[in-house]
């Protein structure tokens, strides 16, 4: 079984619109991520959760919202949808916090697509 | 200037062939180096970690070295297999701080 699964996987949209991504792990992990990749494949933290709570916020739009519900779950909802928002967004989770590295694991990715 | 710079930036080898992979930072100190697989519409997955005082580490066919005076590290894939096709990314990780990842190396194996 997937360990860290998003959804959906591809998310085509239309500017303008607001949509979101969700997030689960099942590994028991207490720090899950969102780090945006983009075109030229660099991938970059956009947010990090340590049980439920906030503990990286990169200079990210505030467009971009993340909610975690459970240590288990952190979904990102973006508003008013912008062409550049076009990436591929990577949910990840890891043992520990503060962003020290005790094994990432990622999920396969969502591809968005902002027309 | 990011922090972790790889080279080359793409790569074609011929199946069975060896090629190696460069991983230069400026990060320091850290705490570790993982290089990371990540193949076409995944999630990137580590292949190994190092710490300061290591030098080499190896799973399977990838052997990752490290020297951390030179703030230098590479990642050689023997005998290359066509699933070796993937992005291959160096992770710094700072102390007490956030990942400092590399852009990639993209490597394309051919039969």
């Known amino acids: 079984d997937t360990a860290v699964s998003q959804t959906p996987k591809y998310l085509v949209t239309q500017m303008g619109n607001d949509k979101s991504i969700k997030c689960e792990q099942n590994?028991?992990?207490?720090?899950m991520y969102w780090y945006k990749q983009d075109s030229k494949k660099f991938l970059k933290i956009m947010f990090s959760?340590?049980?439920?709570?906030?503990?990286i916020n990169e200079t990210v739009p505030n467009r971009f919202s993340p909610k975690s519900p459970d240590k288990a779950h952190l979904n990102l909802h973006i508003n008013s949808l912008e062409l550049g928002d076009s990436a591929v967004y990577f949910c990840?989770?890891?043992?520990?916090?503060?962003?020290?590295?005790?094994?990432?694991?990622f999920g396969s990715g969502t591809r968005l697509t902002v027309v | 200037k990011n922090q972790v710079e790889q080279s080359p930036q793409s790569l074609i080898i011929l199946e069975g062939k060896n090629c190696t992979l460069q991983?230069?930072?400026?990060?320091?100190?850290?705490?570790?180096l993982r290089w990371y697989k990540q193949d076409t519409g995944r999630g990137p997955v580590s292949l190994t970690i190092?710490?300061?005082?290591?030098n080499t580490k190896s799973n399977g066919r990838y052997t990752a070295t490290l020297d951390a005076d030179t703030k230098q590290s590479s990642l050689h894939i023997t005998a290359s297999q066509l699933s070796d096709s993937a992005s291959y990314i160096c992770?710094?990780?700072?102390?007490?701080?956030?990942?400092?990842f590399g852009k990639g190396n993209q490597v394309v194996v051919i039969p």
């Open positions: 990840a989770s890891s043992q520990g916090d503060r962003g020290i590295d005790y094994g990432y694991t």
């Open positions: 590994l028991g992990h207490d720090t």
């Open positions: 959760y340590n049980n439920k709570e906030l503990i």
């Open positions: 991983c230069n930072y400026t990060v320091s100190p850290f705490s570790n």
């Open positions: 190092m710490t300061f005082s290591e």
């Open positions: 992770v710094v990780s700072p102390r007490l701080n956030r990942l400092a």
